[in-house]
């Protein structure tokens, strides 16, 4: 059993930046891939990045590839999102997710486990 709690979500300009966090409990967390999703207001929840076990495999989305960064640290059980060059398109509710893997293509129906999010809002 894996469980996920999010922070670091807030209100930014456009342009600025943001680090989202994400606490895991459990033994097992480092045995896990882990992911960032995303949920704008009125929209399906998207994939966002996600990072293997060992860190040495990363994976985004088209839409933040090169502005963010996913990164975790094992010996604290926790995976991070840099957030920057934020738009107003990025405002949405930031969830963590966990995953046996990482897939070449990430589905929210794989996901074994989830945060429940943090809000980031970015203004124009």
């Known amino acids: 059993q894996v469980q996920l709690v999010e922070s670091g979500g807030g209100l930014a300009q456009a342009g600025g930046s943001l680090r989202l966090s994400c606490a895991a409990s459990?033994?097992?967390?480092?045995?896990?891939?882990m992911h960032w999703f995303r949920q704008a207001p009125g929209k399906e929840r998207e994939f966002v990045a996600g990072?293997?076990?060992?860190?040495?495999?990363?994976l985004y989305s088209d839409s933040v590839k090169g502005r963010f960064t996913i990164s975790r640290d094992n010996a604290k059980n926790t995976v991070y999102l840099q957030m920057n060059s934020l738009t107003p398109e990025d405002t949405a509710v930031y969830y963590c997710?966990?995953?046996?893997?990482?897939?070449?293509?990430?589905?929210?129906?794989?996901?074994?486990?989830w945060g429940k999010g943090t809000l980031v809002t970015v203004s124009s």
């Open positions: 459990g033994r097992t967390f480092r045995t896990y891939a």
């Open positions: 997710a966990a995953d046996r893997t990482l897939r070449g293509v990430v589905y929210a129906q794989d996901m074994d486990y």
């Open positions: 990072i293997s076990w060992t860190g040495d495999g990363t």
